[in-house]
């Protein structure tokens, strides 16, 4: 009998075509949908047919898989995914930081918990819908970018442990998005037309503030309006910091001929500092929690940095800091955002990455 | 649709339909539809297609299938078909009862393990006005008659209590619930979806005022339940229309479903005790080879229904042991599943103090006329296969 292969069905059209692939590799799929979330506990579920976990998207990766004739469960995973993912959302924004809720649960649920359950149904592998490939040479394995620029996702699976690498499948690494779409309506996949999801999953109404406000009542409602500050003066007040993101132009209140931006936030001050937008370059940025997808590399090291899941990435030095590393880039990067990831690339392979920690 | 999905992925169809071994002992969710059934219903389709509140030939014919399927059912119960009424499934027949017989003001007995069609329309009663006492089972999942009678009071209008419970096969003690009620005067539902067609159910012995069964659960469609409502009881009508069903439940009538369930009434009671007696052998020798591969186990509640158990293996959860069978082509039941397909921790077990830790390795199996005592066999063989494999891997990952 062929081999065992778990594959995430988000019930989505990317996750639907790479159980197809999966097939045709001549594996065994098993298809599982995470439960993650439960809307009820803190609402915003305003469009629930297009979201992750709710029952349609559900009965979309049960009709694929019945239509190809693989068997589809349904797993909760709701406690370590609120435990991992959802509560560090919160613990960041409240620190004043931008999280990055997808690195982590790829880090911390898919490519742990999600990975372990496989072995439960005696699988040696999964299978995902990512957009990035895996390629093995000279005995090791590399995670590398997808060939579809616009869908790449490899910056969101930096942090996936490297023991991994050898025994998961990213059947969609080397389509593009419109090829994916393709193969489900050529396949009659139920899914073909579901709609991208862009939005934070948990979040189903896309407000982050919103959320933060039903999720953690208490300490939400402790933060007070605050001082924005420019070059020392206060030049306005803020209604919390937790509306503000580094680089925000929008809801400062702020009139000058020249925009204003967010440049640091400050929890333990409650201010906001703000800056032209010259002013918010950053020569470089300390870095933690950093994973490598190599052996660990002698320092220092020319990679290619990214900082942002759509930014392109630049040139940059890393060298070995106490317990951080310390990354410069070749030329100065504008908005380098406390909490979101920073992978590092050779070319289209990654590297590792590592969480910014600090300008 | 399918000759589609046949000629465009029939390569990776093919291979994906290993042929595999497919044993189904989940017959308490469900049954196989048998084939005189199955037969009967596809030539009520084709050839039986009028409505039958029409007055032509084709109408009287759909008319006759329905009545028919109402006195095959009738005979079954012990009541007259002018007794019966033929609802959308056993959930509707629990609601129809309750909602057509309980008023703001009235007082209902149920308990707290009861199906969630009685119980989450009890709750839903509460809110509109309806005093309800949710009666606390004991160990087994058995209602205390003598707690019932400490709960009746001058306003309680009706008793509702399943006459074996559908996860753990517990038997209330009917007989006494119908003396109590007959005597204080208030009327008795059970509801018998899970025992009918398992174990006798007579209308009148003991004597109950209201009943529900489902054709799914006896190898009838899914999709056409019942509703005993005694000679003489007035209920309000469960949905308005054109008057079908005594003007209780409204709409064209599930020909064919119904037909179905007459079908599948009349070869339930018909073959019960030989079916009894294959459905006893199974679990022997399901619980032998349990005890001979030395598997960890205990029962929980006290199983009425023959080859039907709730069972907890200490060494797995449910959800493991459900999904690796299902792979490995057993198909059983791990709990109650939530809307999105995951598993629900049970009502039914916390109330009769299971900890959620010992819930969580609880399952239900209940074979069928379907199955043969190989079946048992290889079920108890496939556990054990699974639970090594299992506590082999945590060896391993533990140390």
């Known amino acids: ?359 | 649709m399918d000759f589609q999905l046949c000629s465009s992925v029939s390569s990776v169809l093919n291979f994906a339909c290993i042929s595999m071994s497919k044993i189904y002992c989940d017959n308490a969710a469900g049954t196989p539809v048998a084939d005189e059934v199955a037969d009967y219903m596809d030539k009520i389709q084709r050839e039986i297609f009028g409505n039958p509140s029409s007055l032509h030939r084709f109408g009287q014919g759909a008319l006759a299938v329905v009545e028919k399927s109402r006195r095959q059912v009738a005979i079954t119960l012990g009541c007259s078909p002018g007794e019966l009424y033929f609802t959308g499934s056993g959930s509707e027949a629990n609601n129809l009862i309750l909602r057509g017989s309980l008023k703001p003001g009235d007082h209902l007995i149920t308990s707290a393990v009861e199906h969630a069609s009685v119980y989450q329309t009890a709750l839903e009663l509460r809110k509109t006005g309806v005093a309800v006492s949710l009666l606390r089972p004991d160990s087994t999942g058995k209602i205390s008659v003598e707690d019932v009678g400490a709960h009746i009071r001058p306003e309680t209008k009706l008793i509702s209590l399943m006459l074996v419970n559908n996860e753990l096969g517990t038997l209330n003690s009917l007989k006494e619930l119908a003396e109590l009620a007959g005597e204080q005067n208030i009327l008795l539902h059970s509801d018998a979806i899970q025992a009918y067609g398992k174990l006798p159910v007579d209308i009148n012995n003991p004597k109950v005022d209201f009943l529900s069964i489902s054709a799914h659960k006896i190898y009838g469609p899914k999709g056409t339940g019942a509703a005993f409502v005694r000679k003489g009881l007035k209920l309000e009508p469960f949905v308005y229309g054109g008057g079908q069903e005594g003007n209780l439940r409204a709409g064209t009538e599930n020909v064919a479903g119904i037909g179905g369930f007459g079908v599948a009434a009349e070869l339930i009671c018909y073959g019960r005790k030989m079916l009894t007696n294959h459905l006893k052998q199974i679990m022997e020798s399901f619980n032998k080879t349990l005890l001979d591969l030395k598997i960890a186990y205990h029962i929980n509640g006290h199983s009425a229904i023959p080859g039907f158990v709730n069972i907890t293996f200490p060494e797995i959860s449910a959800e493991t042991l459900m999904i690796n069978l299902d792979l490995m082509g057993f198909a059983i039941s791990a709990g109650s599943a939530c809307s999105s397909g995951t598993l629900e921790p049970s009502r039914v077990l916390r109330e009769i103090g299971m900890d959620s830790s010992e819930a969580e390795k609880t399952v239900r199996i209940s074979f069928g006329k379907n199955n043969t005592v190989e079946d048992g066999i290889a079920l108890a063989r496939a556990i054990r296969k699974i639970i090594e494999r299992i506590t082999k891997q945590e060896v391993i990952s533990n140390g």
């Not at chain 1, 097939?23 to 799929?29: Q, R």
């Not at chain 1, 406390?338 to 050779?346: A, Y």
Request: glycine residues 8%; positive net charge.
């Open chain 1, 1 to 359: 009998m062929a081999e065992k292969v778990m594959v995430a069905m988000s019930g989505g059209v990317d996750s639907s075509v790479a159980l197809l692939r999966v097939m045709e590799m001549g594996y065994n799929p098993i298809g599982v949908t995470m439960k993650l979330w439960k809307y009820d506990d803190v609402g915003g579920n305003l469009v629930n047919d297009t979201n992750c976990c709710s029952v349609d998207t559900v009965k979309g990766a049960k009709l694929v898989c019945d239509r190809l004739g693989v068997p589809h469960y349904t797993i909760d995973f709701t406690d370590i995914f609120r435990k991992q993912v959802v509560n560090d959302f919160a613990d960041e924004y409240l620190r004043g930081r931008t999280p990055n809720p997808c690195v982590r649960c790829n880090s911390f649920v898919k490519w742990a918990a999600f990975f372990e359950q496989a072995r439960v149904v005696g699988a040696g592998r999964i299978a995902t819908g990512h957009y990035a490939r895996i390629e093995a040479a000279n005995g090791s394995f590399y995670l590398k970018k997808g060939v579809d620029p616009l869908k790449d996702q490899a910056y969101v699976l930096w942090g996936i442990p490297r023991r991994t690498l050898a025994d998961t499948l990213l059947p969609l690494g080397d389509l593009t998005k419109r090829e994916v779409r393709e193969i489900a309506r050529k396949n009659n996949l139920e899914t073909a037309e579901t709609p991208e999801s862009m939005e934070i999953c948990f979040v189903a109404d896309d407000n982050y503030k919103r959320f933060l406000n039903d999720f953690r009542p208490q300490e939400v409602s402790k933060i007070t309006r605050g001082k924005i500050l420019e070059n020392g003066e206060v030049v306005g007040e803020h209604p919390g910091y937790i509306n503000y993101t580094i680089g925000q132009r929008k809801g400062l209140g702020l009139s000058r001929p020249e925009p204003r931006y967010v440049k640091k936030i400050d929890p333990a001050s409650n201010t906001i500092t703000v800056g032209k937008k010259d002013e918010l370059e950053s020569a470089g940025c300390y870095v933690s929690q950093v994973n490598w997808l190599i052996d660990e590399p002698a320092y220092p090291l020319n990679v290619l940095a990214q900082i942002r899941y759509k930014s392109r990435p630049v040139e940059a030095f890393v060298s070995q800091t106490e317990n951080r590393l310390r990354v410069e880039f070749s030329k100065p990067k504008l908005s380098v955002t406390p909490g979101q990831s920073i992978v590092f690339f050779k070319q289209d392979i990654v590297l590792g990455g590592g969480i910014i920690e600090s300008q």
